[in-house]
C-alpha cells in the first residue's frame, strides 16, 4: 500500500513537472509596435517575430537542419535576438519580448528556459 501511494505521488509530481515545461510553448501574443515616425516594424524593413497558426509555434525551416544540435539556443538568438525591439544582429525574425527574462527586450538575455528552442519549435524537413 505505501508503494502504492509514492507511485501516485510520483506520477503526480511528474504530470505536474510536464505542465510546467509546456507553458513555456503558451502562444505570445505579439503587439504592434511603432517607432516614433509611427512606422511599425514591419514597414520599417524589419522581421516581425515569426507567426504561429492556432496558437502553435512556428517550425524552424529546412534550411536551418542542425543548427539547434551544432549552436544551441544562443546560436539561435544570434540572428534572432534583439536588445532594443526594432532590429536583430542577423536578420531572423525577432523574438517576442516574453522571450526574455524579465519580459523585456532591453535586458538582451534570453529567458533561460526559452533557449531550449527545439522544443516548441519543431525541425521542417
Same mark, same amino acid.
Given at each position: 500500500?505505501?508503494?502504492?501511494?509514492?507511485?501516485?505521488?510520483?506520477?503526480?509530481?511528474?504530470?505536474a513537472m510536464?505542465? $510546467?515545461?509546456?507553458?513555456?510553448?503558451?502562444?505570445?501574443?505579439?503587439?504592434?509596435?511603432?517607432?516614433?515616425?509611427?512606422?511599425?516594424?514591419a514597414t520599417a524593413g524589419v522581421e516581425a517575430p515569426a507567426p504561429e497558426l492556432d496558437g502553435i509555434p512556428a517550425n524552424t525551416p529546412a534550411d536551418h537542419q542542425g543548427r539547434f544540435e551544432s549552436m544551441g539556443g544562443e546560436g539561435c538568438a544570434t540572428c534572432h535576438g534583439t536588445t532594443d525591439g526594432k532590429t536583430t544582429a542577423g536578420g531572423g525574425a525577432m523574438l517576442p519580448e516574453d522571450h526574455?527574462?524579465? $519580459?523585456?527586450?532591453?535586458? $538582451?538575455?534570453?529567458?533561460?528556459?526559452?533557449?531550449?528552442?527545439?522544443?516548441?519549435?519543431?525541425?521542417?524537413s
Open positions: 500500500m505505501k508503494m502504492k501511494k509514492l507511485s501516485l505521488a510520483a506520477a503526480a509530481i511528474a504530470l510536464s505542465v $510546467g515545461t509546456m507553458a513555456a510553448c503558451a502562444p505570445t501574443v505579439v503587439a504592434s509596435s511603432e517607432n516614433a515616425g509611427g512606422q511599425s516594424a526574455y527574462v524579465d $519580459g523585456s527586450y532591453t535586458t $538582451g538575455e534570453i529567458d533561460p528556459v526559452r533557449l531550449q528552442c527545439n522544443t516548441c519549435h519543431a525541425q521542417e
